[in-house]
């Protein structure tokens, strides 16, 4: 049974910088500056104005969605290691691959570090499921 890797998905996009992400606040600053500065002779058309707020409500709503997916994909890598203290499983790592039995699971770094012993009682720290190609 191989289990695939799960990755940060939200690690190359602003989701991981809370001060990327912009706020109501933010919105209607900037709304307050653009009627401020508008052409008096050409006011905003009240359509343009519905049509920035449904596109500031819609990026609102995505920001949520990933900050959900990113705690979904976390509660499932911590499951999924949960799942395999005491199995058997191959470990790639830079040596080649190796095979041991896991043996504790860390979660104080935030993500699941695993815990492996390996062939002689030597024990393998700080692995990620990132690393583990093949559970027996």
């Not at 190359?12 to 933010?26: L, W």
């Not at 500031?56 to 799942?83: W, Y």
């Not at 691959?97 to 393998?124: E, N, W, Y």
């Given at each position: 049974?191989?289990?695939?890797?799960?990755?940060?998905?939200?690690?190359?996009?602003?989701?991981?910088?809370?001060?990327?992400?912009?706020?109501?606040?933010?919105?209607?600053?900037?709304?307050?500056?653009?009627?401020?500065?508008?052409?008096?002779?050409?006011?905003?058309?009240?359509t343009?104005?519905?049509?920035?707020?449904?596109?500031?409500?819609?990026?609102?709503?995505?920001?949520?969605?990933?900050?959900?997916?990113?705690?979904?994909?976390?509660?499932?890598?911590?499951?999924?290691?949960?799942?395999?203290?005491?199995r058997?499983?191959d470990?790639?790592?830079?040596?080649?691959?190796?095979?041991?039995?896991?043996?504790?699971?860390?979660?104080?770094?935030?993500?699941?570090?695993?815990?492996?012993?390996?062939?002689?009682?030597?024990?393998?720290?700080?692995?990620?499921?990132?690393?583990?190609?093949?559970?027996?």
């Open positions: 049974m191989t289990i695939a890797t799960i990755g940060n998905a939200g690690s190359a996009t602003s989701a991981g910088n809370p001060s990327a992400k912009i706020g109501i606040e933010d919105f209607l600053r900037i709304l307050t500056t653009q009627l401020n500065y508008q052409d008096p002779l050409k006011p905003m058309d009240n343009e104005f519905v049509a920035q707020l449904a596109q500031f409500t819609s990026l609102q709503e995505n920001q949520q969605t990933n900050d959900k997916l990113d705690n979904l994909l976390n509660i499932q890598s911590a499951t999924q290691s949960v799942g395999l203290i005491g058997s499983v470990v790639s790592a830079s040596g080649g691959t190796q095979r041991g039995t896991v043996a504790g699971l860390d979660f104080s770094s935030g993500t699941p570090q695993l815990t492996i012993t390996v062939a002689g009682g030597q024990q393998l720290t700080g692995v990620s499921l990132a690393n583990i190609s093949n559970v027996r």
